[in-house]
């Protein structure tokens, strides 16, 4: 395993304890409203600061983005980006669906990869050149040549409501072609589910790079593909994407042009 996975995995374990303590004591929470329909908890903050603590023992001149904490200046070649509970709101309901998400990127390229989800203990890891891994046994994303029975994931533009007219058609056509479309509340976990098969695909916008940075290189070393919605190669900056098997995602964009 390289290092900095094996740094990265007990980061994501160790803010994995900081969620499952606070998941059994959510009448505790104090909720914070970042904006409309966006929430924040202490606990999503502690998480975050847990996995910096962690990464900072062995690499402490590394830089940091995460979604709570902004960026910490570091070394400009090695940054690592988190999403400390991807699926906040699901952890305030009580739905135990949401996860850590964790990625390194270096010079520019991400190179190593943990999507961990602490309710069933569930460890999706990639690096670099060296495929995708469930609890340390290889995944590939599902066979699927068309769109005839699939199960995809989505998330709905509940940040900014006002996006739904351009979102509705789009899902329409999708979902008229697809075996059915879901949406879990947690970006993260998709993707990993993508990269695992369980998922046959997964198309969504307003998406920013810790949602999707560890999800795009595990979904790759599964012998997947991501793409914008009009077929381009940095989804992550453009801030939507397209993961499924080649053939799946040739057709998801036919749809969504």
């Given at each position: ?5 094996n740094?990265?995995?007990?980061a ?9 303590r606070?998941f ?26 847990a ?6 023992q ?12 902004g ?8 940054k ?12 305030i309901k009580?739905?135990?669906h949401?996860s850590?998400s964790?990625a ?22 990639a690096?670099k050149?060296n495929?995708?891994q ?7 994303v599902?066979k ?6 699939t ?10 409501k006002?996006?739904?007219a351009?979102?509705?058609p ?11 479309v879901?949406?879990?509340g947690?970006?993260a976990?998709?993707?990993a589910y993508v990269a695992a098969?369980k998922?046959d695909?997964?198309?969504a916008s307003?998406?920013?790079?810790w ?8 979904i790759?070393e599964?012998g ?8 381009g ?7 939507e994407?397209?993961?499924?098997n080649?053939r799946?995602?040739?057709q ?6």
């Amino acid at each position: 395993m390289h290092p900095m996975l094996n740094i990265a995995i007990r980061a994501a374990r160790s803010a994995g304890n900081v969620i499952t303590r606070g998941f059994e004591n959510r009448d505790d929470l104090a909720i914070n409203a970042k904006s409309d329909n966006v929430f924040s908890t202490k606990i999503d903050k502690d998480a975050e600061q847990a996995i910096i603590e962690k990464i900072k023992q062995s690499y402490p001149d590394h830089s940091f983005v995460g979604e709570e904490g902004g960026i910490v200046e570091g070394d400009a070649d090695f940054k690592w980006i988190i999403d400390p509970l991807d699926g906040t709101t699901n952890f305030i309901k009580g739905i135990p669906h949401f996860s850590v998400s964790i990625a390194l990127m270096h010079k520019g390229r991400i190179d190593q990869a943990v999507i961990f989800d602490p309710i069933r203990g569930d460890l999706f890891t990639a690096s670099k050149g060296n495929g995708a891994q469930l609890n340390g046994y290889k995944i590939r994303v599902s066979k699927n040549k068309d769109l005839h029975g699939t199960i995809l994931g989505t998330c709905l533009p509940y940040k900014n409501k006002a996006d739904l007219a351009d979102y509705l058609p789009r899902f329409t056509r999708i979902f008229a072609q697809s075996g059915d479309v879901r949406r879990s509340g947690s970006v993260a976990l998709d993707l990993a589910y993508v990269a695992a098969g369980k998922l046959d695909g997964y198309f969504a916008s307003d998406l920013k790079p810790w949602d999707v940075a560890a999800g795009d290189l595990i979904i790759r070393e599964a012998g997947g593909l991501i793409t914008d919605y009009a077929g381009g190669n940095d989804p992550m900056h453009k801030g939507e994407m397209v993961a499924a098997n080649p053939r799946v995602v040739q057709q998801l964009v036919k749809l969504l042009k």
